[in-house]
């Protein structure tokens, strides 16, 4: 298995392009996510998924967009690149596994991408 | 409002030695809380995950201690590697969905020779 696989694992763009951030996985997990990894903070969730077609906006999803066609893919659209989106970015998948009577979330985290804005 | 605080942000130790990492939260109501480590360029990778009837779980050299009464939880790495050197991100489930993970800052942990 590769797990979670995200590329490009580096980009620049100028304000106002825009981009697909890819991130693929090949454990049949139901759920994905991605996050933004900003220096001095924790991991900000921006858009999740539950299932193929079913996504929902997290902490902060504005500028992003995402769609989920199939169980594999969770690609993560920025419409018009600002400066205030320079971050690391984060794929995960995950699974729900029941432990002592309640669930737990399994998270696999990709290795990255990281975007720089000019 | 729903927090997760880590202390100290950062820790320099000699290998071989132990050190005992902090972990504070306000999340409620609480599911589960998790600690992962991360190296410098990776993602994030998980140590151990335990719910609030779990007051201790082991992963090898890791030992995580779950309060759920005062709410707090450490992190404690015995006899260090130079591996070890990384980001310890403490994370706190408020319910089972995926849109409630609540992440702390980290505490960079530094193993010198």
């Known amino acids: 298995n590769a797990g979670v696989t995200q590329t490009p694992k580096f980009q620049v763009l100028k304000t106002g392009q825009s981009m697909t951030l890819q991130c693929a996985q090949d454990?049949?997990?139901?759920?994905m996510s991605w996050y933004r990894q900003d220096p001095g903070m924790g991991l900000r969730l921006i858009h999740y998924?539950?299932?193929?077609?079913?996504?929902d906006q997290g902490e902060v999803p504005n500028g992003y967009n995402v769609s989920r066609s199939t169980t594999e893919d969770f690609p993560l659209r920025l419409l018009s690149a600002a400066p205030s989106q320079t971050s690391v970015y984060f794929c995960?998948?995950?699974?729900?596994?029941?432990?002592?009577?309640?669930?737990?979330?399994?998270?696999?985290f990709g290795a990255g991408t990281r975007l720089s804005v000019l | 409002k729903n927090q997760v605080e880590q202390s100290p942000q950062s820790l320099i130790i000699l290998e071989g030695k132990n050190c005992t990492l902090q972990?504070?939260?306000?999340?409620?109501?609480?599911?589960?809380l998790r600690w992962y480590k991360q190296d410098t360029g990776r993602g994030p990778v998980s140590l151990t995950i335990?719910?609030?009837?779990?007051n201790t779980k082991s992963n090898g050299r890791y030992t995580a201690t779950l309060d759920a009464d005062t709410k707090q939880s450490s992190l404690h790495i015995t006899a260090s590697q130079l591996s070890d050197s990384a980001s310890y991100i403490c994370?706190?489930?408020?319910?089972?969905?995926?849109?409630?993970?609540?992440f702390g800052r980290g505490t960079q942990l530094t193993v010198w020779p």
């Open positions: 972990c504070n939260y306000t999340v409620s109501p609480f599911s589960n």
């Open positions: 995960a998948s995950s699974y729900s596994q029941v432990d002592g009577g309640r669930a737990k979330n399994i998270q696999y």
């Open positions: 994370v706190v489930d408020r319910g089972s969905t995926l849109g409630r993970l609540y």
């Open positions: 454990m049949n997990h139901e759920y």
């Open positions: 998924s539950v299932g193929a077609g079913i996504t």
């Open positions: 335990m719910t609030f009837s779990e």
